[in-house]
T-cell receptor, first 112, second 117 residues
Framework: NAGVTQTPKFQVLKTGQSMTLQCAQD?????MYWYRQDPGMGLRLIYY???????DKGEVPNGYNVSRLNKREFSLRLESAAPSQTSVYFC???????????FGDGTRLSIL | GESVGLHLPTLSVQEGDNSIINCAYS??????FIWYKQESGKGPQFIID?????DKRQGQRVTVLLNKTVKHLSLQIAATQPGDSAVYFC????????????????FGQGTILTVHP
């Protein structure tokens, strides 16, 4: 039982490059989330998908886009990477809001 | 204790002691609270949660206390072990009218717990 799987685990980009972070969950959860975590800080919500077919902005959505591909998969795209987007990105899922979210082990992204 | 907006606090205890990690929240509309443990290089791991209609909840070696009057949350870990060393985060979920909750968590900045053998 893998839970929440994120790929890749590490990535280095140059400013202006684009990339997509992938997330998949095998728990049949309805809601999925993308967070970023910067050094010495808690997680901040970028985007979320309360259910398949819906997405909405979180606290820090600028510079990102998301796609809820199906119930299992929720991807995060950086169209033109900036050094300020250097961070650790976590994907999470839950059966519904107000229930514990389960997290992947993150993607460590550096933008030079 | 930790609070959204403060520097990352630390707590150092001896193995076998009880640990108390504190968290202040700011939004009186928050209706669900959750504690996570994060080890180096890993994602946050769920520990325990509590809803706003409760003031105490117990798990295995952990207890969460909620004081809505002063907007304070605490995590108590009994008989702390070296394996409990990690960063601990509290998070709050703001309820919405009609009971809809989208699970939009707001995290505190974390407390570093170090357990010495």
């Amino acid at each position: 039982n893998a839970g929440v799987t994120q790929t890749p685990k590490f990535q280095v980009l140059k400013t202006g490059q684009s990339m997509t972070l992938q997330c998949a969950q095998d728990m049949n959860h309805n809601s999925m989330y993308w967070y970023r975590q910067d050094p010495g800080m808690g997680l901040r919500l970028i985007y979320y998908s309360a259910s398949e077919g819906t997405t909405d902005k979180g606290e820090v959505p600028n510079g990102y886009n998301v796609s809820r591909l199906n119930k299992r998969e929720f991807s995060l795209r950086l169209e033109s990477a900036a050094p300020s987007q250097t961070s650790v990105y976590f994907c999470a899922s839950t059966v519904r809001g107000g229930e514990p979210q389960h997290f992947g082990d993150g993607t460590r992204l550096s933008i030079l | 204790g930790e609070s959204v907006g403060l520097h990352l606090p630390t707590l150092s205890v001896q193995e076998g002691d009880n640990s108390i990690i504190n968290c202040a929240y700011s939004n009186s509309a928050s209706d669900y609270f959750i504690w996570y443990k994060q080890e180096s290089g890993k994602g946050p791991q769920f520990i325990i949660d509590i809803r706003s209609n409760m003031d105490k909840r117990q798990g295995q070696r952990v207890t969460v206390l909620l004081n809505k009057t002063v907007k304070h949350l605490s995590l108590q870990i009994a008989a702390t072990q070296p394996g409990d060393s990690a960063v601990y985060f509290c998070a709050e979920n703001i309820g919405h009218a009609g009971g809809t909750s989208y699970g939009k968590l707001t995290f505190g900045q974390g407390t570093i717990l170090t357990v010495h053998p």
